[in-house]
């Protein structure tokens, strides 16, 4: 199925989903607010999207790009599922319990840039030491061990 | 620190007993020969591959390079080995675990650290929030080798120094148990010395608590 076939399908099996769907390097995106993104990731695993490859975010400054990257064995059709979550509130519904893959894959999330999974199992530090304070990957993240690089590099 | 079981126990007890007796000297040198070949020519290596040097590290002992024939083997066990290879990048996390194993391998021990990353953090010396910069934060280490990553030549070479290194131990006591860092090295998160207890412990030996 390619891009264009998918657009067909969601739109004809989901009409309330069809404007939000786009094409980007040759993918499907999927942007839906924050209250919406489970019950459209809930619409999607019923669509085919049987598999959660990747969770990750962006830090975009004001606003976090949550992206989970979906994937249909079925119709052999990768998807991106992307959702803004606002840095001051950064807080947003669990996966898990559409895909239990999301589990160590939104730890990581929380680890590395502090969004908060609601009804997460398990919401905890997963690579770094858990008395580590702080969220290395968002852009504002200092640490007094950080040697910044010099310019003549 | 000094734990070494029985073996090490005997060896203690002989040279005190032996510095006592009027040309002891002669026969504790004799004995330093023999102890120095035998550990110089059996370096076990606990092969710590944490990163892509490891693939160096694992190269060496197949065929083509066969760390054999200089009597090091790879044994994935702390109790067992001589030498630590740190070979890759080593994380804060993963710092204690290192430590540790460290730790639990029996006296006399050494430290090889492999690679740019154990030396110094390599690539990752600038904008890190989680990489150690260099394994010297934390142990002793005797051979750094070069290089990103270094072949295993350069391991084999650092094998034959250590050896070196090895030859100019003695039984005698104070020097083995003793040792301080090479560097002055600032405390870690996971490392309770602080830089002044170590200064201490290099008084305490006589300053020569690592080989020369």
């Known amino acids: 199925m390619n891009i264009e076939e998918l657009r067909e399908h969601l ?5 309330d989903l069809c404007p939000l769907f786009s094409t980007e390097f040759g993918d499907g995106v999927l942007g839906v607010e924050r209250g919406e993104l489970h019950d459209a990731a809930s619409d999607l695993r019923d669509l085919g999207f049987d598999r959660l490859g990747m969770v990750t975010a962006v830090d975009r400054g004001e606003t976090f790009e949550l992206v989970y990257r979906l994937q249909s064995r079925s119709m052999s059709a990768g998807m991106f599922l ?4 606002p840095r001051s509130e950064p807080r947003v519904r669990s996966l898990t ?6 589990d160590w894959q939104e730890r990581e999330t929380y680890d590395l840039f502090g969004i908060e999974f609601e009804g997460h199992p398990d919401l905890r530090r997963i690579l770094l030491p858990p008395e580590w304070e702080g969220h290395p990957l968002r852009k504002d993240y200092t640490d007094d061990r950080i040697v910044p690089r010099p310019d003549f590099i | 620190m000094a734990e070494g ?3 090490v126990a005997i060896v203690d007890g002989l040279g005190k007993a032996l510095e006592r007796i009027p040309g002891g000297g002669v026969i ?3 004995l330093d020969a023999v102890l120095d070949w035998s550990r110089g020519h059996s370096l076990w290596a606990m092969p710590m591959g944490t990163a892509c040097c490891a693939m160096e590290l694992i190269a060496a002992s197949f065929s083509k390079f066969d760390f054999d024939r200089h009597g090091t083997f790879p044994r994935p066990d702390p109790r067992h080995v001589d030498v630590m290879v740190v070979a890759g ?3 804060r996390k993963m710092a204690p675990a290192i430590k540790r194993l460290y730790e639990q391998m029996a006296e006399p021990k050494w430290v090889v650290a492999m690679g740019n990353c154990a030396v110094s953090g390599g690539i990752f010396y600038y904008d890190s929030y989680s990489v150690v910069r260099g394994v010297d934060e934390f142990l002793p280490v005797d051979v750094y080798i070069a290089g990103c990553p270094p072949r295993p030549e350069a391991l084999q070479d650092a094998i034959l120094r250590l050896r070196e290194k090895v030859a100019t131990e003695s039984i005698s006591e104070g ?3 003793e040792r301080r860092l090479l560097l002055p090295t600032p405390a870690t998160r996971h490392d309770q010395e602080t830089p002044a207890a170590a200064s201490a412990a290099g008084e305490r030996d006589g300053g020569e608590g690592e080989v020369a």
Request: charged share 20%.
């Open chain 2, 5 to 7: 079981g029985a073996a």
């Open chain 1, 82 to 85: 992307k959702c803004e979550v």
């Open chain 2, 175 to 177: 020097r083995r148990y």
């Open chain 1, 97 to 102: 319990d559409l895909w239990p893959a999301a």
């Open chain 2, 89 to 91: 990048t080593v994380t």
């Open chain 2, 28 to 30: 504790l040198t004799s």
């Open chain 1, 11 to 15: 739109c004809a099996t989901h009409p």
